[in-house]
Nanobody
Framework: QVQLLESGGGSVQAGGSLRLSCAAS????????MAWFRQTPENEREGVAA???????SYADSVKGRFTISKDNAKNTLYLEMNSLKPEDTAMYYC?????????????????????WGQGTQVTVSS
């Protein structure tokens, strides 16, 4: 049974930092690319960052230079390091796993390309 469990969200002031984690289980972690998405009540879920099996990454323009996606294959864990946080980063953040091992993830890819999702972790940035 595939499970993705996010943690690390919280409330911070603008300019602060948080590190999100996504612990994966129930499948061969190293063979699937993954991504982070975020969603607010007003907006659709949007891709933030993605990482492929070979370690290549992509980022939304809004977070480029501030967020870093990484993974630890030994721990089956995906991370999102978030620095210089802004109020507009406030959202529920989700990790997601690609549907297929052959798929190459991109932050631009729609939700339909991802089969498994975590429950989400809330990030709130105050000004």
């Amino acid at each position: 049974q595939v499970q993705l469990l996010e943690s690390g969200g919280g409330s911070v002031q603008a300019g602060g930092s948080l590190r999100l984690s996504c612990a994966a289980s129930g499948y061969d972690y190293v063979n699937y690319c993954m991504a982070w998405f975020r969603q607010t009540p007003e907006n659709e879920r949007e891709g933030v960052a993605a990482i492929n099996v070979d370690g290549s990454t992509s980022y939304a323009d809004s977070v480029k230079g501030r967020f870093t996606i990484s993974k630890d294959n030994a721990k089956n864990t995906l991370y999102l390091e978030m620095n210089s946080l802004k109020p507009e980063d406030t959202a529920m953040y989700y990790c997601a796993r690609a549907r297929s091992t052959w798929y190459r993830c991109s932050y631009r890819a729609g939700e339909g390309n991802y089969e498994y999702w975590g429950q989400g972790t809330q990030v709130t940035v105050s000004s």
